[in-house]
């Protein structure tokens, strides 16, 4: 569960503090916050990007952090990975005392 102000308050002054009966509890929506500083032209080009696909900053900034985080699947990567299972495949096959 996510930690609200009042229990991070409470773990930082090991004072049990009691929350106003009008404020609501905190909803874990699985979400976390992430505060970002960037260059102005950064944030005015990553604006004009979203409203063209007609989304949030918000929303794009998830959007390019999810395929940036992607692992890479690169064409000589998996000629690679290909030419590797070939080369055990025929290890394998070798007699032992040729291995």
């Not at 699985?30 to 960037?38: E, P, V």
């Not at 004009?48 to 990567?77: I, K, N, W, Y």
């Amino acid at each position: 569960m996510a930690m609200d102000a009042i229990q991070w308050l409470e773990e930082q002054t090991g004072q049990k503090l009691t929350r106003p009966a009008d404020l609501p509890e905190p909803v874990d929506d699985g979400m976390r916050h992430l505060t970002l500083r960037l260059p102005i032209a950064m944030h005015a080009r990553l604006a004009e990007v979203a409203a063209e696909r007609g989304l949030t900053v918000s929303h794009l900034a998830r959007q390019l952090l999810t395929d940036g985080l992607q692992p890479a699947r690169l064409p000589e990567r998996e000629a690679l990975d290909v030419a590797i299972a070939a080369l055990d495949e025929m290890r394998r096959r070798l007699p032992t005392s040729a291995a």
